[in-house]
């Protein structure tokens, strides 16, 4: 065979070679997707986000010696350690904010972020319930049942991108 021939075989087999990463582009497009579950997930983490600000901010002004909040003012009857709940229900805002940005843009450890706050808060409301029982103790119970419900779909879980195996870090490496 002449020089040209062979050129032309290792042309055509690196063609070969790299007609496959095609899928492969395609299907990291495919999984880059946010089905409309998660994105509703995604809403309901800032509804609960706003909702943790107001009480938590409720309960700061109250034991700073403020009158006035945005929505909960009607729900509390009986007073608590209010500067510490709202130390508490601060800083479960912010993560839950943080983890409904996650599922917007679909980072690995949105769940996580997820599940975390769904624990707190029900560790929240349990510690209130067995304090005083108020009356909106019991929505931020369901509220967060029904999120960790939720978050168990395996359509939910599966729309993550899974974290790297070792074997994959070393074939990188």
Avoid: C
């Avoid at 497009?29 to 909702?51: D, M």
């Avoid at 929505?71 to 839950?96: K, Q």
């Avoid at 029982?133 to 991108?161: A, C, D, K």
Wanted: no cysteine; charged share 10%; net charge positive.
């Amino acid at each position: 065979m002449s020089q040209v021939n062979k050129t032309l075989v290792k042309l055509s087999q690196d063609k070969i070679e790299t007609q496959p990463a095609v899928p492969q582009i395609q299907t990291r497009l495919k999984t880059q997707t946010r089905p409309w579950l998660v994105s509703i997930l995604g809403l309901l983490l800032l509804l609960q986000a706003a909702g943790l600000f107001d009480l938590g901010l409720f309960f700061f002004t109250r034991g700073l010696g403020l009158k006035r909040s945005l929505i909960v003012e009607a729900f509390i009857t009986t007073p608590i350690n209010s500067l510490a709940m709202g130390i508490v229900f601060i800083p479960l805002s912010l993560l839950a904010l943080l983890a409904a940005i996650g599922f917007f843009r679909l980072w690995r450890a949105a769940w996580l972020m997820a599940m975390l706050l769904q624990g707190l808060s029900l560790l929240a409301a349990l510690v209130l319930y067995f304090n005083q029982r108020p009356g909106y103790v019991y929505i931020i119970m369901l509220y967060s049942i029904l999120l960790v419900l939720y978050l168990n779909y395996f359509e939910t879980s599966t729309t993550l991108p899974p974290a790297a195996s070792l074997e994959e870090e070393n074939n990188e490496g």
